[in-house]
């Protein structure tokens, strides 16, 4: 049996631990089956946004007449999209595992493991103990009691990334970001979308304003089905069957690919074992186990047992239009009973938001009424990813929301929407 300092279960963020507990001098070992660098980097927000763009620029395209230019897309070479990304990812994760097996103080483990006693796994063939262990193993796609499911080949989001050949029609089955943000890809790049969704709304996590707008707008381009379920699927010859039920009628919809969607210091309730990352359940984001794993390392490797603060976590959905938050929903606010003001502003009414053509863009942003502190902050519309961090900086740093009104934007940037939903707040 081999001891380590640390064991590191998960090669994404975790490595963030393991590698500087190598550099410490501990002895560390990391188990990964897979390809290094974690969910982001092999089949989620790397791959995925890589591919995203390739849609951006054709839906560019498409709606080049509106400032003048004409032009059109002449053919679509699918297989040159997926596979620049799957090249990307590919190689990063070789270098960083060639990095791994260059460290003299971590030995890895490409195998699966499974705990067999008090800080003890058996991964493969061997047996190894850890004074502690980090388990950052990620989570994985979910997949629905649906009647004839488990007969038909669907793809989850993974496969949905590496896809050698584009379905002239898919159906999504699940309204949430990932379905969001692979709708707008292959509708973008010509296939044909259908969405059958539970609830109301798509995406019916965000500010409902931000849930409603996005399903009305999404709702223009492609076939949305919301307040139905997926009761069966099937398959008939090479085309899927999915029958949604609603409230007065049942529908068949028919296509070539079927998506299925899918303690505050870390500890977990075994002594000297950690977890981080999308296993703890809390944020499904690469930056929030960024967080986790600078806190797991404070308290597992130098033994400072620092709370870890979750405080103005912000999140993005890089569909089209693109959506971020952060912080308070105006329904939290409301079911909370928190004394707040609001602001909207819509992009069509800045120099900037008219120059893009953005005419359902907007900003709301929420302050409590006393302290004037930032409470919220949605945006639906161009770059609202990118238009968030303002908001970030000054929610982290405990600063009223006169701040982002005071301080001097640049004119027209489209960062005036943020302030002018400041401005617009009534108190």
Known sequence: MQTFD?????????????????????????????????????????PSKIIIHSADVAETIKKSKLFGINSKISSIDFKKIISRASNIVDKDAKEI???????????????????IGDRMLKSGKETIRGDKVIIAAGTRPSVPPIEGLDEVDFITS????????????MTILGGGY?????????????????????????????DEEISKKFT?????????LTEHTTIKASKKGKKFVAVAEGKKQKKKIISDALLVKTNDF???????????????????????????????????????????DYGAMPHAIFSSPQIAGVGLREQDLREKKIDYAKGVYSYINSGM????????????????????????????GTDASTLIHEVIVAMKAGLAVDSIREAVHIHPA????????VNNIEW
């Open 266 to 308: 870390l500890e977990t309730t075994a002594k000297n074992i950690w977890a981080l990352g999308d296993i703890v359940g809390k944020y499904l984001f690469k930056h929030s186990a960024n967080l986790e794993a600078q806190h797991v390392y404070y308290n597992a490797i130098l033994n400072k047992r620092i709370k870890i």
């Open 353 to 380: 938001g008219i120059a893009l053509h953005d005419n359902d863009g907007f900003v709301k942003i929420f302050a409590d009424r006393k302290t004037r502190k930032i409470l919220g902050c949605h945006i639906l």
């Open 414 to 421: 489209l960062s005036e929407v943020v302030q002018r939903a």
């Open 158 to 169: 993974d496969g949905a990334l590496r896809l050698k050949k584009q379905p002239k029609t």
């Open 216 to 224: 009305e707008l999404f709702s223009k381009k492609y076939n949305v």
């Open 178 to 206: 990932i379905a969001a943000e692979l709708a707008h890809f292959y509708g973008a790049l010509g296939t044909k979308i259908n969405i059958i969704q539970r609830g109301k709304f798509l995406i019916p996590n965000e």
């Open 6 to 46: 640390l064991i590191v279960i998960g090669a994404g963020s975790g490595l963030n631990v393991s590698s500087a507990a190598a550099e410490m001098g501990m002895k560390v070992a990391v188990v990964e089956k897979g390809p290094m660098g974690g969910t982001c980097l092999n089949r989620g927000c790397i």
């Open 97 to 115: 595992e060639e990095g791994i097996k260059e460290d003299k103080n971590t030995t890895l483990f490409k195998t699966e493991a499974e705990f």
